[in-house]
């Protein structure tokens, strides 16, 4: 787990609690030994050896770092045959800490993943951004209520699709183009592609 600090982090308590093999041993990795990590190493310089693990889990790590093809390069050459990777990175989210180096688009996160035998690329969550808008107003403090920001979000979402349903209708009367895509993926494209906080992907070796 890359930038999993210790068994204490957030990321390392979700990880077990969605692991249903009791057998399963997570090892945290972190470039800084203040965080006490099982192993203190570079991502983009690493001395774990090749085929190593049977899965990596890098949520939010890729944007503080330089050489993120070189971090995508380390993970694949220490999983597994056939060894799973998740990663999220972020899209259209706020500045964060002092090493914040990266924004990824679906384009690049396809294109750093030709590597793996195989790969699939996803939306985090459904809030769109009404959840981008959601957290950066309240400093994050809305995370802390799960239900509100659900419905704050899919209330910002609705209104946002009014206006693009406007936009929709007037593209079409001034291109007359029949060709367009219809509206149900014309506003999930704005309120989730293009204005999503980040994406996900799973790969395989």
């Not at 192993?39 to 899965?55: L, M, P, Q, T």
């Not at 995508?72 to 056939?82: D, P, T, V």
């Not at 506003?187 to 989730?192: K, N």
Request: proline share 3%.
């Amino acid at each position: 787990m890359w930038g999993g600090r210790n068994h204490n982090s957030q990321s390392n308590r979700r990880l077990r609690k969605l692991s249903d093999n009791p057998d399963s041993k997570i090892v945290s990795t972190d470039i800084l030994p203040d965080y006490n990590p099982d192993i203190v190493d570079d991502i983009c310089n690493s001395r774990i050896g090749e085929n190593s693990y049977d899965a990596i889990y890098c949520d939010a790590i890729l944007e503080h770092v330089q050489d993120y093809e070189d971090a995508i390069y380390n993970m694949h050459r220490i999983l597994k045959k056939g060894g799973e990777l998740f990663v999220y990175v972020p899209f259209f989210y706020c500045f964060h800490d002092k090493m914040d180096y990266h924004r990824f688009t679906f384009t690049e996160v396809d294109r750093m993943l030709k590597c793996f035998s195989k790969h699939f690329i996803f939306l985090p969550d459904s809030y769109g951004y009404g959840g981008v808008l959601s957290e950066v107003l309240s400093f994050y403090l809305i995370d802390k209520v799960p239900f509100l920001r659900y419905s704050l979000s899919k209330l910002v979402n609705f209104l946002l699709g009014i206006f693009l349903g406007l936009k929709y209708m007037v593209s079409l009367i001034m291109h007359k183009d029949s060709s367009q895509c219809e509206f149900r993926e014309y506003r999930f494209f704005y309120t989730h592609f293009y204005i999503n906080h980040g994406f996900c992907a799973w790969a395989i070796k």
